[in-house]
Every structure is written in structure tokens, then in C-alpha cells.
């Protein structure tokens, strides 16, 4: 019998990847296999719902250390449609896959549904300016970002939990891991983030903003000038379309313009606060509460009146 299988290198990502997988499930009724790369994994994903969960011991996290043992589960449960988690590493497994099954793929996926044989996927366009539908014929592979859905509550029966040996690649190896010189911090779980753009003048500046988000218990964000261009906070700060795509409670955008790419990757958040000097800058256009005003006056006064 086809099935449904989902598999993330990240388990955060991996549990979010249950709710389109259970979803899918209901209209074609087919099973959920979910691959893993830990035990820990495999059985969390059981425990929400999978119908079975494959342990892929040593795989390696590397895509030429896991991608053809994925392939191989693939096949062996005739799998209709492929969910895997869209992070660098998992666009390239998902592409690898595909290209073995012979079958199509849709990347960035927000919606999904099953119509005529087809998968229909909705996915962002023009950087965030149209959304598009796809239609790729089954058996179907997808990828879907960090955040686009919540993982599901734990299912009333956990599923099975299988361990399978993995025969990796020999002509690869790992031969070092060097750090990327991040903090380690991830945007994308924050609560609350304090974002920063080209408002501010000078690196020390940001100080200010550092204030504020410790007096709100936020994490740091930026514009993708703040972390490509100027090299003031690392990459995996940046939001946006070709940066990290978050969802909190709270999202204080001070001194970024909003433009549609940067915007894309925070439209989401549940409440969008803005500090700019300039009332015309699109910001205000998405925020739900707008102070229009210098960051350099208005941040000392919010982190002061904060702090009472
Ligand atoms: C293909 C493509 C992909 C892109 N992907 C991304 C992405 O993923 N993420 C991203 O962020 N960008 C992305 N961009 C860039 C994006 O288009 C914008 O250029 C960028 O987001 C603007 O950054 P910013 O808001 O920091 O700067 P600006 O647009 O220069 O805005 C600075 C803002 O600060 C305000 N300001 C100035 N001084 C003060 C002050 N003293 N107090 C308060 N406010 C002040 C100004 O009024 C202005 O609105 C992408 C662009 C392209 C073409």
C-alpha cells in the first residue's frame, strides 16, 4: 500500500512536518512512515502520530551520508508523497530523492492538499508579492520551511518504531566540522524578537536594541543588509525570503523599511511593533502598533519605561 513519508535533519522541523503529513493522510488514507536520524527522533515522531517511525542508524547527517538510505525507505513503502523539511540540507536531499523516484517536486510548500491524483502545493512568489499553486503529478516530493506549520499534540496510539542499519556512501567522509561563528541562537523558536535594520548608523549602536531585548527577554533580529552587507550580526539572524522565516509573539521592527522580501519572513508574527522616522516606510503598512520616531530617542525611552 503507498504511503505517506516525512523526514527532517532538524526534530523541531521534523514534528512540524506531522500536522500536512496527518492532513494528507486523511483525504488519500495511507500510512505515515517518518525517518529519523536518531532513536529519540524516530520514536517522538511515533509518539505524534507517524504509523511507523524508521530509526536510520548510521546515516550520516551529511546528504551523501543519508539521502540514498532515504530513497531506499521511499521505495520499500511505494510512497506517494515525500514531505522533507526545507533547510539547506534538506532542499538537497528532497532534489536527490526526487530525481531517483523519477517523480516531481515543489519546494517551500505552505498549503498542501491531494486533488485527481495531483498534489497541489501553494508556495510564495516574487519574493512574497503572489502566491502560486502547483500541481505535481503523484508520486509527489515537497518541501516545506521551518514554522510554515505547528507541530500536532501527541496522538491517542503512538506508532511503531523500527532501527535500520545504513550502508553510507564509502566515497564520502567527514573530515571536519568547523563552527559558522553563529551564537547558536535560533530566531525561528523566539518568542519575541527585537529586529534592526539600516536605521541604525553604527555597529555599537545596536546596543541599544541589545537593551531593549534583554529588558523583553527577546532575541535579536536584522534586515539582510544588517547581516550580509554591514556583517553586524550573523546570518542566521537574518529574516526574510532568503533568510529565516519566524513566527512570534512579538516582533519589534526598528529602523527596516519592511520590504516585501524582508517582510515575507515575519508577516506571520501574532504582533508587529515598528519604530521608524520615516511614516510613509511600508512597515507601517503590516505593523499592528507604529511609533514614528528616531530609534535613537524612542529605544532609550522603551527600554526605560520597560525596565519600571
Ligand atoms: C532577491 C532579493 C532577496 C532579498 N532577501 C531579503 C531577505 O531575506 N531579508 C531582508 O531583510 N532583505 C532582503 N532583501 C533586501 C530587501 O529588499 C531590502 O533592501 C532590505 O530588507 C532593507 O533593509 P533595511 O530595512 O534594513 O534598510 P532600508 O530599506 O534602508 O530601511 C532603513 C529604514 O530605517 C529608517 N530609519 C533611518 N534612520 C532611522 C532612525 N534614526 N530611527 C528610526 N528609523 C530610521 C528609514 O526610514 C528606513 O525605513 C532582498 C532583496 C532581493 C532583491
Redesign the pocket.
Known amino acids: 500500500m503507498p504511503g505517506i513519508i516525512i523526514f527532517s535533519e532538524d526534530s523541531m522541523l521534523a514534528a512540524q512536518l506531522m500536522t500536512p503529513a496527518l492532513e494528507l493522510k486523511q483525504s488519500l488514507n495511507q500510512p505515515i512512515t517518518a525517518l529519523a536520524l536518531s532513536e529519540a527522533d524516530a520514536k517522538a515522531l511515533a509518539a505524534l502520530g507517524a504509523d511507523h517511525a524508521v530509526f536510520l542508524q548510521s546515516a550520516g547527517k551529511w546528504v551523501d551520508g543519508c539521502a540514498e538510505a532515504i530513497f531506499a525507505q521511499v521505495n520499500k513503502a511505494a510512497a506517494s508523497i515525500v514531505l522533507i523539511g526545507g533547510t539547506l540540507r534538506g532542499k538537497t536531499i528532497a532534489a536527490y530523492v526526487a530525481a531517483r523516484m523519477n517523480a516531481g517536486m515543489t519546494t517551500d510548500a505552505k498549503t498542501l492538499k491531494v486533488e485527481n491524483g495531483k498534489l497541489l502545493a501553494t508556495r510564495v512568489l516574487y519574493?512574497g508579492l503572489a502566491l502560486c499553486e502547483e500541481a505535481v503529478v503523484l508520486p509527489a516530493v515537497a518541501t516545506i520551511r521551518s514554522r510554515t506549520f505547528l507541530a500536532p499534540p501527541a496522538a491517542a496510539t503512538p506508532g511503531t518504531v523500527e532501527s535500520v542499519t545504513v550502508e553510507t556512501d564509502a566515497r564520502v567522509t567527514l573530515g571536519a566540522v568547523s563552527p559558522t561563528g553563529d551564537t547558536g541562537v535560533d530566531i525561528t523558536t523566539a518568542g519575541k524578537l527585537v529586529a534592526v535594520?539600516?536605521?541604525f548608523r553604527k555597529k555599537e549602536d545596536l546596543k541599544l536594541a541589545e537593551e531593549l531585548a534583554a529588558v523583553l527577554k527577546a532575541e535579536l533580529a536584522c534586515?539582510?543588509?544588517?547581516a550580509e552587507d554591514e556583517h553586524w550580526l550573523p546570518i542566521a539572524r537574518?529574516?526574510?525570503?532568503?533568510?529565516q522565516t519566524v513566527k512570534p509573539d512579538l516582533y519589534l521592527a526598528v529602523?527596516?523599511?519592511g520590504?516585501v522580501?524582508?517582510m515575507v519572513?515575519c508577516r506571520e508574527s501574532k504582533v508587529i511593533v515598528a519604530?521608524?522616522?520615516?511614516e510613509r516606510?511600508p512597515i507601517f503598512e503590516a505593523a499592528d502598533y507604529g511609533i514614528v520616531g528616531?530609534?535613537?530617542e524612542v529605544l532609550p525611552l522603551l527600554t526605560a519605561a520597560l525596565r519600571k
Do not use: C, K, M
Not at 537574518?238 to 533568510?243: D, P, R, T
Open positions: 519574493a535594520g539600516r536605521g534586515t539582510r543588509g544588517i537574518y529574516v526574510g525570503i532568503s533568510g529602523g527596516l523599511s520590504q522580501q524582508h519572513g519604530v521608524n522616522t520615516d516606510a528616531d530609534l535613537y
